[in-house]
């Protein structure tokens, strides 16, 4: 709220729809008045009262700020507290691949080019110590054909300096639901490559039973029409080892992206 009681919110955006939601925040498509663009603007649907609540609110805050730009990183803008609600306005997508899931499964090709692109997202926030921990499908953003990772919602530090709370349990390794917090990085591995595999397949990841667990103990059932290259690396990335999970950077410098990287830069000359 500024000084002179106006919501800085409703005076500086045009609230054009809401575009998503979660458990404790909605996410709306705006328009800036002084710049005449669009942005997300995300706020917390409930007030928070608590110090602890603000804390663990500016998380994601300070996790965006302190990473600055990526290409493949949903960009940060400006973040305030009003009414007791923190709003984060951020860089305006195109709609993430949850959209997908449901109508039809994606090409070998576009898995690459998801898995390539996060990839390097992964390598950049890991490289500056810090672990997202809520990689799927529903967080990897598209915008003009560039895929991008959002919601650092349950940002942490790698060096477990800082409370721990893990995303969705689909896209989560065992070892992290048995709170063993000593690879968080490859945690994020573990759930772009669970991510990848229900893109693939075309339909969600179970919640529960005998294909959940199965999962957790790496164990993917064949992907017909698919490379083996591929499943095997997928294969990889889920192994219930995080020890034996490739680092994002062992990730990009796979033989098989050679042909994702010629992919991206024909596109970026065409």
């Given at each position: 709220?500024?000084?002179?009681?106006?919501?800085?919110?409703?005076?500086?955006?045009?609230e054009?729809?809401?575009?998503?939601?979660?458990?404790?925040?909605?996410?709306?498509?705006?328009?800036?008045?002084?710049?005449?663009?669009?942005?997300?603007?995300?706020?917390?649907?409930?007030?928070?009262?608590?110090?602890?609540?603000?804390?663990k609110?500016?998380?994601?805050?300070?996790?965006?700020?302190?990473?600055?730009?990526h290409?493949?990183?949903?960009?940060?803008?400006?973040?305030?507290?009003?009414?007791?609600?923190?709003?984060?306005?951020?860089?305006?997508?195109n709609?993430?691949l949850?959209?997908n899931?449901?109508?039809?499964?994606?090409?070998?090709g576009e898995?690459?080019q998801?898995?390539?692109?996060?990839?390097?997202?992964?390598?950049?926030?890991?490289?500056?110590?810090?672990?997202?921990?809520?990689?799927?499908p529903?967080n990897?953003?598209?915008k003009?054909?560039v895929?991008?990772?959002?919601?650092?919602?349950?940002?942490?530090?790698?060096?477990?300096?800082?409370?721990?709370?893990?995303?969705?349990?689909?896209?989560m390794?065992?070892?992290?639901?048995?709170e063993?917090y000593?690879?968080?990085?490859?945690?994020?591995?573990?759930?772009l490559?669970?991510?990848i595999?229900?893109?693939?397949?075309?339909?969600?990841?179970?919640?529960?039973?005998?294909?959940?667990?199965?999962?957790?103990?790496?164990?993917?059932?064949?992907?017909?029409?698919?490379?083996?290259?591929?499943q095997?690396?997928?294969?990889?990335?889920?192994?219930?080892?995080?020890?034996?999970?490739p680092?994002?950077?062992e990730?990009?410098?796979?033989?098989?992206?050679?042909?994702?990287?010629?992919?991206?830069?024909?596109?970026?000359?065409?």
């Amino acid at each position: 709220m500024r000084s002179d009681g106006l919501s800085r919110y409703h005076t500086d955006f045009h609230e054009i729809q809401q575009i998503g939601t979660g458990n404790f925040s909605s996410v709306f498509k705006v328009l800036k008045r002084i710049d005449g663009c669009l942005y997300a603007v995300k706020h917390s649907t409930r007030q928070l009262h608590q110090d602890a609540e603000r804390r663990k609110a500016l998380m994601e805050v300070q996790a965006l700020a302190a990473l600055g730009y990526h290409e493949n990183i949903v960009g940060y803008y400006s973040s305030w507290f009003e009414n007791e609600q923190l709003y984060i306005q951020m860089e305006l997508c195109n709609g993430s691949l949850s959209i997908n899931r449901s109508s039809e499964s994606i090409t070998e090709g576009e898995a690459l080019q998801v898995l390539l692109q996060i990839a390097k997202a992964l390598k950049f926030i890991h490289e500056r110590g810090i672990a997202h921990l809520d990689v799927k499908p529903d967080n990897i953003y598209v915008k003009n054909g560039v895929y991008k990772l959002g919601d650092f919602g349950c940002a942490t530090l790698l060096d477990q300096s800082l409370p721990v709370e893990e995303g969705d349990a689909r896209y989560m390794p065992q070892e992290i639901l048995n709170e063993n917090y000593n690879y968080l990085d490859k945690v994020d591995i573990f759930s772009l490559g669970a991510s990848i595999y229900e893109l693939i397949r075309g339909s969600t990841l179970p919640q529960s039973g005998s294909q959940f667990f199965n999962l957790k103990e790496g164990k993917l059932p064949l992907l017909p029409g698919h490379s083996l290259q591929l499943q095997n690396l997928l294969k990889a990335m889920v192994c219930p080892d995080p020890i034996r999970r490739p680092s994002a950077k062992e990730l990009i410098e796979n033989p098989m992206f050679g042909k994702a990287q010629r992919s991206l830069i024909s596109q970026a000359k065409a």
